[in-house]
């Protein structure tokens, strides 16, 4: 398919939006200061506030764990994946500021979801039920166990046992094959859309949970396993060998050669803190160390302009980012935030950028009626009214908040190991796991347009506008 040149109509669409906006908006001046730590605390703490607005499921009759949703059901905007995100974005939320108002809604949150097998697989979402998905939900109980958050009363799942059970799911021979000489599916069921596709997130999803369990256990068959993954992710070109680039996947009718060359920040920001990860457990092997100088160069390259968080294949179009795509800036901010951590001398390049890039984020929170919603659009510093483009959701206020409360990085600890931590692990944990293949009800062809992570972007409208991407089917 010929190169379209998708640069030209976006930002003039953008820049007619912002003018109309900045009309709407005059009357708000900045709300947030994040001048000090004392103020970047406070700016936090009304940031979290606002954005457990979105937030339904402690309330009598919601579900605790999802944000509203699933929009294939015409619920709410929101995947399950993306309340297993908000999970970890107040788990670090916690770590950062030791506000803990949210704490036991995240812990209600996280334990109501775990399924019945405690390995973040509950039939109720089958029908999403992509690797990645399961694996944020994962990563965020790993993340509990490194941040110390408070465990789980003793006759429930504890965090450490539930990041080892997610990636234990995904490292049985009942995921693996070997198409593509290897590497694992998106779709977990065999029976959704999606499952011939393989895919970089799944995969940096996977890799990434077991850098962190190789750290914090010092079990080397997960570390083995992580660099049996990255190393796939290199040798089929989702990871370009020349520049460093991270694209989104290929398919398995062609041996993954089809390459959708969409770059999302997610994707590469993972497998940045994952190799950390990896360097910081091999005490600063030369392969880790490589690994992490040239993805951290791709990430600010990429997805830093002007030092400022941009989303790269779909901002500047009007509609053009899902409400997947509008949370991934939170997780990079705070995924680059624990890098500086274990590879200490990265927080040079990395802090700056960080604060650049927040100070940004909070210049454009200036919209709705309290004058300090935010929206989506950092680089031009703007709130752009939810009538001109709706980008005033969940994953943009976690946005903000990740950012925010990313600045106290440094004086937080560095992720926790076995040696310090206080979660209980458990080796087994996922072993007994039944495969998901018995969904509650049969899936719709509703389900199956809309069910995952990126689905919009695979099977919708995207393709249509965006004729560059080598889709293969
Ligand atoms: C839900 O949690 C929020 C935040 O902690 C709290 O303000 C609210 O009262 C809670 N609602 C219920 C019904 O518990
Ligand atoms: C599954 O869905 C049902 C129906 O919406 C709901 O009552 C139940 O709480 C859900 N279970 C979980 C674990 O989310
Ligand atoms: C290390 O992890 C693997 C995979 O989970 C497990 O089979 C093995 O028993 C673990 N080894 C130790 C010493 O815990
Ligand atoms: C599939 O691609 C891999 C490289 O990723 C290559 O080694 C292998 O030979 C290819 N298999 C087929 C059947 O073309
Ligand atoms: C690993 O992380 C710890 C904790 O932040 C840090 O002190 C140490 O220097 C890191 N190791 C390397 C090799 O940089």
Not at 258 to 277: C, E, M, R, T, V
């Amino acid at each position: 398919m010929a190169l379209s040149s998708p640069s030209r109509r976006p930002v003039q669409w953008l820049l007619s939006a912002l003018a109309m906006s900045s009309v709407l908006s005059v009357a708000h001046g900045q709300y947030y200061n994040i001048d000090t730590p004392d103020a970047i605390r406070e700016s936090a703490r009304t940031l979290a506030y606002d954005m457990m607005l979105f937030y339904q499921g402690n309330k009598t009759g919601e579900i605790p764990g999802i944000l509203p949703g699933p929009p294939t059901e015409h619920k709410g905007d929101y995947y399950w994946w993306e309340g297993g995100a908000m999970m970890g974005t107040y788990v670090d939320y916690w770590f950062l500021t030791r506000d803990p108002s949210y704490n036991h809604v995240i812990t209600e949150g996280m334990l109501h979801q775990v399924g019945p097998n405690a390995d973040y697989m509950p039939p109720n979402h089958t029908a999403s039920l992509g690797n990645d998905d399961q694996g944020f939900w994962g990563m965020s109980a790993m993340l509990a166990a490194e941040n110390k958050f408070p465990n789980p009363p003793d006759d429930q799942p504890q965090w450490l046992a539930l990041a080892q059970a997610v990636f234990h799911t995904q490292a049985a021979p009942d995921r693996h094959d070997n198409t593509c000489n290897g590497g694992l599916r998106w779709q977990v069921p065999p029976t959704n859309a999606g499952y011939n596709y393989k895919n970089t997130i799944a995969n940096a999803c996977f890799f990434n949970l077991g850098a962190r369990l190789a750290r914090y256990t010092e079990n080397q068959t997960y570390a083995e396993w992580a660099s049996k993954t990255f190393d796939w992710l290199w040798s089929v070109g989702y990871i370009d060998n020349e520049n460093w680039k991270v694209y989104d996947g290929g398919h398995v009718e062609h041996n993954c050669t089809d390459i959708n060359k969409a770059q999302f920040s997610y994707n590469a920001a993972l497998l940045l803190q994952g190799s950390a990860f990896m360097y910081n457990y091999t005490n600063g092997e030369e392969v880790w160390k490589s690994r992490v100088d040239n993805l951290l160069k791709g990430v600010l390259r990429d997805f830093f302009p002007n030092n400022i968080a941009f989303e790269m294949p779909c901002e500047g179009r009007k509609g053009g980012c899902t409400a997947d795509m509008l949370s991934f800036k939170g997780y990079v901010h705070r995924w680059l935030a624990v890098v500086t951590k274990l590879v200490p001398y990265t927080a040079e390049t990395i802090l700056p950028v960080l604060r650049t890039s927040t100070e940004a984020a909070v210049r454009q929170c200036t919209g709705g009626e309290t004058g300090r919603r935010c929206g989506f659009y950092w680089s031009e510093g703007v709130y752009v009214d939810p009538a001109v483009d709706k980008t005033s959701g969940a994953g943009e206020a976690m946005n903000v908040l990740a950012a925010v409360s990313s600045l106290l990085i440094e004086e937080a600890d560095p992720p926790a190991t076995k040696h310090n931590g206080l979660s209980k692990g458990d080796p087994n944990a996922g072993s007994r796991s039944r495969g998901p293949t018995e969904p509650l009800a049969p899936i719709t062809a509703g389900d199956r347009a809309g069910a995952s992570i990126l689905t919009l972007l695979i099977l919708g409208g995207f393709i249509g506008t965006w004729g560059w991407m080598s889709i293969g089917d």
